[in-house]
């Protein structure tokens, strides 16, 4: 169909690159720190974060939960309603024997509570309202807890 290219043959449709990630479930804390090496931190890609807004949030995250270990503060932990805290969760807790790398999906946040049924751009909307009130409650109890960093 593409003049030039009558005889080409795919070897593999889709990407072409390999993607090499850790076996984070078996190796990783809930705040991206191995259960071996609770000093030592990974996040992003080779964590199995796919996606350049994932990678960033995690990387942020675990970066700031680092300074807040080395300074004895609990560690940020964000609710399943947002996405950063449902990737998280997704790559600490997935099932090894059907781990491949996650992004950030509307799938993989906590299903509301009311059964309610929604259009797919009705439940986004109200995904995205309920991980944005839900931060914004978090962020603040930090603030006040004196706990910020």
């Known amino acids: 169909m593409i003049p030039g290219l009558e005889n080409a043959v795919f070897e593999r449709f889709g990407q072409m690159y ?3 990630f850790i076996a984070s479930p078996l190796l990783l804390d809930d705040n991206f720190s ?12 080779l964590a199995g974060i796919e996606g350049y807004a994932g990678n960033i949030a995690s990387g942020l995250v675990t970066g700031i939960n680092a300074v807040r ?12 309603t947002t996405m950063i805290g449902a990737l998280i969760h997704y790559i600490i807790h997935a099932d090894m024997s059907s781990f491949q790398p996650m992004k950030a999906i509307f799938g993989i946040l906590l299903k509301p509570a009311d059964n309610i049924r929604r259009s797919r751009i009705e439940r986004y909307e109200f995904y995205s309202q309920r991980a944005l009130r839900d931060i914004e409650i978090y962020l603040q109890e930090i603030k006040f807890s004196g706990k910020a960093v």
């Open 69 to 80: 270990i080395l300074n004895k503060i609990p560690f940020l932990e964000f609710s399943l």
């Open 18 to 20: 390999r993607n090499s």
């Open 34 to 45: 191995f259960t071996n090496n609770p000093n030592l931190f990974i996040a992003g890609q």
